[in-house]
């Protein structure tokens, strides 16, 4: 079955880096688009950032463009999000999904999620 398993989520200082992986398992990874997504405290669902199936393109969210990178590898089936320039306002719950890439947004799957906090 589809899984999809995020890790590397946890504490930064404001201006600092994180790097978040995201582990795929269960289907064809180089057919699908993948995204990563955050819901900030008492807030919905944000999409942030998303990677074409060969990684030939990516795209963000205003709120992370230049901040953020998304990349993948397809051998390994992982697909990482480095967060550069964190912000309080950063903080969320980032899950991975699969699909997304394009507008509407669709994800069919979805990880269980890593926590970021950034806090002086």
């Known amino acids: 079955q589809v899984q999809l398993v995020e890790s590397g989520g946890g504490l930064a200082q404001p201006g600092g880096s994180l790097r978040l992986s995201c582990k795929a398992r269960?289907?064809?990874?180089?057919?699908?688009?993948m995204s990563w997504a955050r819901q900030r405290p008492g807030k919905g669902l944000e999409w942030v950032s998303g990677?074409?199936?060969?990684?030939?393109?990516?795209v963000y969210a205003d709120s992370v463009k230049g901040r953020f990178t998304i990349s993948r590898d397809n051998a390994k089936g992982t697909v990482d999000l480095q967060m550069n320039s964190l912000k309080p306002e950063d903080t969320a719950l980032y899950y991975c999904?699969?699909?997304?890439?394009?507008?509407?947004?669709?994800?069919?799957?979805w990880g269980q999620g890593t926590q970021v906090t950034v806090s002086s």
């Open positions: 999904a699969r699909g997304g890439v394009r507008v509407p947004r669709k994800y069919d799957y």
């Open positions: 269960g289907f064809t990874f180089n057919s699908y688009g």
């Open positions: 990677i074409y199936s060969d990684g030939s393109g990516t």
